[in-house]
């Protein structure tokens, strides 16, 4: 992760060029997916039938392709299975110009034919190609790249548009508002179809069964081009292919939501080409439109179809464990709307030779190459915001760490020796590995060693010479205040003060308040905070020295450190779990760990044993008061007016890991249970996400994306609450001042 | 069908924009020439009714219903069946055929759509569980229409991109319901 300026330069840029413009688009599909999958009642009923439909399409594809050829076949088409993007354009380039002799084809939106690169070929072959998407067709005027896999143009201003049509149509008088913009297209676009030879469209999804495929559009222009045309051509990737026309209806119900948050686009179209319409004839338009002269109900004679079916990688990710899930993509572009980087910059910067967005890593790494993927999977900070979001449960976070694990051992340079560093840190990486990635990777050692040497390690830390230093080897920004480490750990703390205060036969439970890193080393006054709060709720606490968690390590795509680092971690809670004891974690990334990550770490009886013996700390307060805690046990707002009472309103911002994993509303409910009033904020995440924003690449992004919050909660007299501890450093960043974690609020005083 | 699917079909259909009128069978014809404008162009209605003693759901002559291509350029309004309705959706489901009702209810600025109501079923899956069968043997063409054509990349939401504006649906009421709810409500 050492400082990349170009690609820092790049970011910068676009941030300002089209930064807003694509966060205003991509905040409100966001916004529109959370309310259009709220009306549904069986959401997640509906994504798990979803998911099921794909494990078990791509499970046995080989099958599936075999059977759409026979059904396409025996319906009148043709399939052509393409080993890469040459060989498809190949077909199709002889097809059009060749056989067909075309002057024109017309295409709707498809990203599968973006991956090809088709249009570039059929031109060649002499070909014109027409995008008649509004929004590609924008694009192709423009000569730009889509910058969101569904609304490709967000991040283009109607001015901007207006403005690209005056000079490419030498307009005077240009249309300036949406509707004459519409207008305008939609004319010119017309007769454009209305000549053309050959139609193109992708699939959103095919049938294998009847070689039905099914194409999610708003504007009609997917209709008018393949009715228009007597020739279709259908270019769509293997991974398009479910068992049966009824497997099309989760997906219906599921892909406007989850994308742009409507309950379903204007037309769903289910082709089962060479389609029944006859192809009106725009040259001779004094002929009857209706075609019945062969008197025959099936498909008009003139019509020709071609499925042609794209690997170009698809299968050799069948085959890899880690990408594989990738091909259950449904390309709804839920992950770019949920995330925070993408909503700050867009497709141009978070995405790679056609994808975009946090899926983007997995089909880039699959098809382009990881070397693709490297440039922009940084962008993934492992919020995992996009994990519920996704229609098809796809673990996108992971995809992202797995490929940043592959570049980082790819990226291994033998000449470089970082002996000491070699010597000083445990991981199980290769040596050669960037020091800044081994810097947060080995967090845990540095914090340790920090506290050791606190406060001589806190002073050095912030002498702005060291930071100088410490900015160009490590890329740690200087900008960003540095964690400071406490002289006295929690564990010492609470061996020195005697251990428990509740004995454990008077205790109503018996708890492991587990010593993240964090909480251990930094901020060790809500370690002390939650150890009165479940000590007031009857609680037996202990605080064993336990080994951290392993997510530093697995941030940086650390995967062989991390899984040791698990290893160790969970040897360690085990006899406390035999023992029926609670643990509950402070810092809501070292639970999402133990909840979520883990169970690609561990042996899936130990992630399970240790998922369900562990707590949020918040969550943990919920449930005693649920089970007869006593309320009045816990700290409520002061009584009285003026600047005492001024601590019951409360802005809270949830871990954006905390609320993946569900348990980012319990301190809500604790906290307005006992007299508070809370404000909770909206954005999915604050933009620090662990390590991110000390990079000084990445510094003015995560800035960015943390303005919404700013925005929030930026002029208010409330409390700020956050649980997660880069949460906390950010707030401090965004609104100047430090906020504590929902647990110190609501903890008896000392 | 249910009189709740009825009320959402009509409530979704309300909250796109999509006007609905209603009535018998026999008064389909004047139905379909309040929603249409002028030319209109359609697709005559196939007779479903198995008595003869049904009104026979018919075009008013004013539609063009054998029309060449120029006249379907020239046309505002297009009028055609739907094969179903999704209540819990507001879609009509517009199957293409030889006579050309794809195209008629696309290169237009104002679709009049005609659904029987037996023929609206609640959700999603039950249009696919109707859908699934058809393709399989009949190969049909189905688009699931929701609302009038519509594109956001342009600046803002616009009704009306490349296909209809506008969409009319005229939904025939089921004699024997209307019987039903008349039993029901005494």
């Known amino acids: 992760m050492s400082s990349d300026a170009a690609k820092a330069d790049r970011i910068r840029e676009l941030m300002a060029t089209e930064g807003d413009s694509v966060a205003a688009n991509t905040r409100g599909f966001n916004e529109g997916r959370i309310e259009s999958t709220g009306r549904l009642a069986d959401y997640e009923e509906l994504k798990d039938e979803a998911r099921a439909i794909k494990e078990d399409a791509i499970g046995r594809l080989p099958e599936l392709i075999d059977e759409v050829r026979e059904s396409v076949e025996a319906n009148g088409g043709t399939v052509y299975l393409a080993d890469d993007a040459a060989d498809a354009n190949r077909y199709i380039t002889e097809l059009t110009a060749e056989e067909r002799d075309a002057d024109r084809l017309v295409k709707s939106k498809s990203m599968t034919s973006e991956e090809i690169e088709v249009n570039e070929a059929l031109a060649e072959a002499g070909v014109e190609v027409v995008e008649t998407d509004l929004g590609e067709w924008v694009l192709q005027l423009a000569d730009e790249a889509p910058s969101h896999i569904v609304a490709p143009a967000i991040h283009k201003s109607r001015e901007g548009i207006s403005e690209l049509f005056a000079e490419r149509f030498d307009l005077d008088d240009p249309p300036e508002t949406a509707e004459e913009l519409t207008v305008f297209a939609r004319e010119r676009l017309g007769d454009l179809i209305e000549d053309a030879d050959v139609g193109m469209t992708g699939a959103n999804f095919i049938a294998a069964d009847s070689g039905t495929m099914l194409l999610v559009t708003s504007e009609g222009n997917a209709r008018k081009t393949v009715t228009a045309t007597d020739t279709h051509v259908a270019v769509a990737g293997v991974e398009k292919l479910v068992p049966t026309v009824e497997d099309f209806s989760p997906f219906v119900e599921l892909i406007g939501r989850s994308g742009t948050g409507q309950d379903v686009t204007s037309y769903i179209s289910t082709l089962t080409p060479p389609v029944d319409s006859p192809v009106p004839d725009f040259a001779d338009d004094e002929r009857p439109l209706a075609d019945d002269s062969d008197g025959d109900a099936s498909a008009d004679p003139d019509r020709d179809f071609h499925l042609v079916l794209i690997d170009n990688g698809r299968m050799a990710m069948r085959d890899d464990e880690e990408l594989k899930e990738t091909l259950y993509c449904i390309r709804c572009s839920a992950c770019s709307n949920a995330c925070g980087n993408f909503q700050s910059v867009g497709g141009h910067a978070f995405g790679g030779e056609t994808y975009s967005g946090g899926i983007a ?16 999977n940084d962008l993934c900070t492992g919020c995992s915001r996009c994990v519920p979001a996704c229609p098809v449960g796809i673990d996108i976070p992971w995809i992202n760490t797995v490929v940043r694990d592959r570049v980082n051992r790819g990226e291994v340079d033998s000449r470089q020796t970082d002996w000491l560093f070699e010597e000083l840190v445990p991981d199980e990486e290769p040596a ?70 509740v004995p454990a036969d008077e205790a109503s439970r018996e708890a492991v308040l587990y010593p993240d890193t964090a909480t251990n080393y930094v901020d060790v006054d809500r370690g002390k905070a939650a150890v009165r709060a479940l000590e007031a709720l009857g609680v037996h606490v202990r605080i064993p020295d336990l080994p951290g968690s392993g997510r530093p390590p697995l941030s940086q795509g650390m995967v062989s450190t991390a899984r040791a680092a698990a290893e160790d971690a969970y040897a360690g809670l085990a006899p406390h779990v035999d023992a029926g004891r609670d643990v509950v974690v402070i810092e809501p990334s070292d639970l999402a760990m133990f909840r979520s990550e883990y169970e690609r770490l561990l042996p899936e009886r130990s992630f399970e044993r240790l998922a369900d013996a562990s707590y949020d700390a918040m969550e943990y307060c919920f449930g005693l008061l649920e089970n007869g805690g006593d309320p009045a046990a816990l700290r409520a707002p002061a009584e009285g007016t003026g600047p005492v009472a001024s601590g019951e309103r409360v802005a809270y911002h949830p871990h954006c890991q905390a609320r993946t994993i569900g348990v980012g509303e319990h301190a809500t409910a604790v906290m307005e249970r006992l007299g508070y009033d809370v404000r909770v904020s909206e ?68 | 069908m249910s009189l709740a699917d009825r009320s959402t079909f009509k409530r979704r259909l309300d909250a796109l924009g999509v006007t609905v009128t209603e009535g018998p069978p026999s008064a389909c014809a004047e139905l379909i020439d309040e929603a249409a404008g002028d030319p209109a162009v359609g697709v005559a209605l196939a007779d479903e009714s198995d008595d003869p003693a049904d009104a026979t759901v018919a075009l008013p002559d004013r539609i063009e219903t054998d029309p060449t291509t120029a006249d ?49 079923v609640p959700d999603m899956p039950d249009a696919f569980e109707w859908l699934g069968p058809r393709t399989r043997d009949e190969s049909v063409d189905v688009v699931f229409a929701t609302g009038p054509s519509a594109t956001a990349d342009m600046g803002g939401l616009v009704r009306g991109a490349h296909g209809p504006k506008e969409v009319h649906v005229v939904l025939l009421r089921d004699e024997e319901t209307a019987d039903k709810e008349v039993t029901a409500d005494e």
Not at chain 1, 736 to 748: D, F, N, T, Y
């Open chain 2, 72 to 120: 379907l350029r020239a046309a505002h309004t297009g009028v055609t069946a739907a094969e179903l309705g999704v209540a819990a959706y507001g879609s009509v489901a517009i199957e293409a055929d030889r006579a050309g009702t794809e195209p008629v209810s696309l290169f237009v600025d104002r679709h009049v759509v005609v659904l029987r109501e037996a023929d609206l």
């Open chain 1, 683 to 750: 954005t999915e995440c604050c933009g620090m996400a662990g390590s991110f924003g000390y990079k000084t690449d990445y510094y003015e992004l995560s800035m960015d994306v943390g303005e919404p919050l700013r925005e929030q909660f930026g002029d208010t007299a409330r409390t700020v609450v956050a649980s997660g501890t880069s949460c906390g450093e950010q707030l401090d960043a965004l609104l100047g001042s430090s906020p504590m974690h929902p647990v110190e609020l609501i903890a008896p005083r000392e």
């Open chain 1, 361 to 376: 890593t997995g089909w880039e790494a699959g098809i382009e190459g990881i070397d693709v993927a490297a440039e922009f």
């Open chain 1, 432 to 501: 050669g590995l960037d020091l800044g990635t081994r810097v947060v990777g080995n967090y845990e050692t540095v914090a340790k060693l920090g506290s050791l040497t606190a406060p001589i390690a806190n002073r050095l830390a912030d002498a702005s010479p060291l930071r100088a230093l410490a900015e160009r080897v490590t890329g740690i920004d200087r900008r960003r205040d540095l964690p400071e480490f406490a002289s006295e750990p929690l564990v010492d703390w609470f061996e020195r003060r005697g251990g428990a205060a």
